[in-house]
């Protein structure tokens, strides 16, 4: 995820925090220092930090349930709102995403357990439910959060991890794609009941129901475009006709490509054919702007775009362009030679065209999930491959 810096790596998985997670820190500092300075300040911050302590132990129970299917993780990313988890691949099965879905809450309920276990007979239920009360005991405080994240997780509506324990159970019965749409709307009924009370009671509430329809919203129509798209490979719909750029060009070569043809994204390949980075036209733009027509293109091209095989399917060229914020990919062969170029128009187009003679419903859906890709590819890694919030 952008604007994220890496912690460490645990057992494979990177651990990253979101830059915004400083700005999170030094609220807090603030607000507790002026209720009662520096030592309420810094346990303040010291809550703060076990609190997503607890975050990333349970986003490592969807983990570790993940790898006993064969599902690896690249990473986590903790926020001001939580964590998330990236997984390599969907769960496939039912009891696969319900496993790996119910194992983050488990853990939450386990450490406050334990945390009741060690605490005793000094706990009360209106302590617990205060966790944001400075007056209460530390370990009190925290094992309310964890019985409050487990509440919280567990609300049937994507994102959170509820969400995803309806889908499963429902896809015992039916299609996936039907099971998440049905998932869907029963989060969206819950996100407006949810903004109706906030109107009332709290305005967080709001921006949390919004956030959850939204997000139901995208869940369901991943689902529409996997299935859509199932059996649908990338030498399917990629360009074989589109222009490269030599990697000893100049940037001045590249503008007249993007004047000439109707590209917008051009690769760059070495003597061989393969792959050394992007011209898009924001870098094109940019690169007259500051370094002149005369600039090779190897100094200002984006290097961290991926490949894909030409026979991986199309879902999984639209999930590598939105991790990797790519406008578009070049496509390899075996030999890892760029064979191809595929984007999101051209995609959306010749896939509507290879499904002109099913319904037009499906073609509908399919534009406008390609519509939600583009409006969300910079903000949400994909769906189906982020886990709930912590």
Known sequence: ??????????????????????????????M????????????????????????????????????????????????????????????????????????????????????IMVVGGALGWEQLLAPQDPRVDFLT?????NIFLVLFNMIPAFPMDGGRVLRAILAWRLPWARATTL?????????????????????????????????????????????????TSISDVM??????LASEARVGEAVELLLATSQSEFPVLNEAGRFEGLMTRESIVRAMKEKGAGAPVITVMRRDIPTVDEQSPVDVGLRLM??????????????QRVVGC??????????????????????????????????????IATPSAMRSLG
């Open 183 to 231: 998932a869907a709307r029963i989060g969206q009924s819950m996100a407006v009941a949810m903004g109706v009370f906030g109107v009332f009671f709290s305005p967080l509430l709001i921006l949390v129901a919004i956030f959850v329809y939204f997000s139901a919203e995208t869940e369901a129509q991943g689902s529409e475009l996997q299935a859509i798209s199932a059996g």
């Open 322 to 335: 939105q991790e990797a914020g790519a406008p578009a990919l070049p496509v390899v062969d075996r030999s």
């Open 32 to 115: 507790h220092y002026r209720i009662g300075g520096p030592t309420a300040a810094f346990e303040g911050v010291a809550f703060i930090v076990s609190v997503f302590l607890c975050v990333v132990l349970h986003e490592f129970g969807h983990i570790a349930a993940a790898r006993q299917f064969g599902i690896k993780t690249p990473d986590i990313t903790l926020l001001p709102i939580g964590g998330l988890a990236r997984l390599e691949r969907n769960p496939t099965r039912p009891l696969e995403e319900f496993v790996i879905a119910i194992a983050g809450p488990l853990v939450n309920v386990v450490i406050a357990g334990l945390i």
């Open 342 to 379: 595929i984007n999101y128009e051209t995609i959306g187009e010749l896939l509507m065209l290879r499904n002109a003679d099913e319904s037009f419903s499906l073609v509908d859906v399919f534009a406008a999930c390609l519509d939600q890709v583009r409006t969300y590819r910079s903000v």
């Open 1 to 30: 995820m952008q604007w994220s810096l890496k912690l460490g790596t645990v057992a494979g998985t990177e651990v990253r925090v979101h830059i915004t997670f400083a700005l999170l820190l030094i609220w807090i500092w603030v």
């Open 239 to 244: 360009m074989t006709d589109f222009a490269t």
């Open 141 to 145: 405080r925290l094992a309310g959060v």
